[in-house]
């Protein structure tokens, strides 16, 4: 049966202070948080240990140990957590907080430039719609990068919310150079796009390529010296 075959000191007064030092309560605790983890197949978990006090401890996972009998044991390893959660969570707030307070200014330039583009401004010269055309899909995935902010649990985790299409990767490279193109001028610095009329498809988030080459091509313009 699964019990706690061994504790170090420092482990019981934490387990105690956090879980409860009634009985068995934070032996029970402890029993129970490595079978979810062993069933959930995941190594480390943080878990809330006591919801009166808010206080949640990081469980970890090490090796499988042999025991008599054929009997196996496991070493598990216990941290308190309960800081960098309630800072996770104020984090969590302020992002919250951040991303949709963009999405005004950001709604309102979107309808702008869409009144552009249909003309109730009057007639616009070919080049004209062609940057706001470009403006518009930078606006686009602003909105997009803004909901992503909302998902700080997948971007603490390190895992980013990927939207996978096949597209060609020379008009992105492209349009990036292009958007680049009066900073360039400015710095006397050359941009040069060599592919011709070929394609290079790839299954990838356009997006986030897009995000990549914005932040080489303008670190590139800002730490290369003028002329």
Sequence with gaps: RD???AVNAAAERLLRASV????????????AAVRR???GDR?????????????????SLGPRLGGRGGRSGRLVAIRDATAEVQADSRSA??????????RTP????????????????????????????MTMRNIDRLNRLSSDLLDVSRATAGRLDLHRAT?????????????????ARQR?????????????PAHVDADKVVQMLHNTVGNALKYTPEG
Excluded at 20 to 31: D, F, H, P, S
């Design 20 to 31: 409860g030092a009634e009985g068995q309560a934070w032996r029970t605790w402890l029993v």
């Design 43 to 59: 190594e480390q978990e943080k878990l809330v240990a006591s919801r009166q006090r808010e206080l949640t401890l990081e469980v």
């Design 188 to 200: 006397r610095l050359q941009l040069q796009l060599d592919c011709g009329s070929e394609s290079f």
């Design 167 to 183: 597209v060609d990767l020379v008009p992105l490279l492209r349009e990036a150079l292009e958007l680049f193109a009066v900073t």
């Design 3 to 5: 019990e706690v075959a």
């Design 106 to 133: 950001l709604t309102s330039m979107k309808n702008s430039v869409g009144l552009l583009l249909r003309g109730e401004a009057g007639t616009l010269p070919e080049p004209a719609q062609h940057f706001l055309g």
């Design 93 to 102: 707030e302020a992002i919250s907080t951040i991303s949709h307070e963009l």
């Design 37 to 39: 983890l062993e069933e």
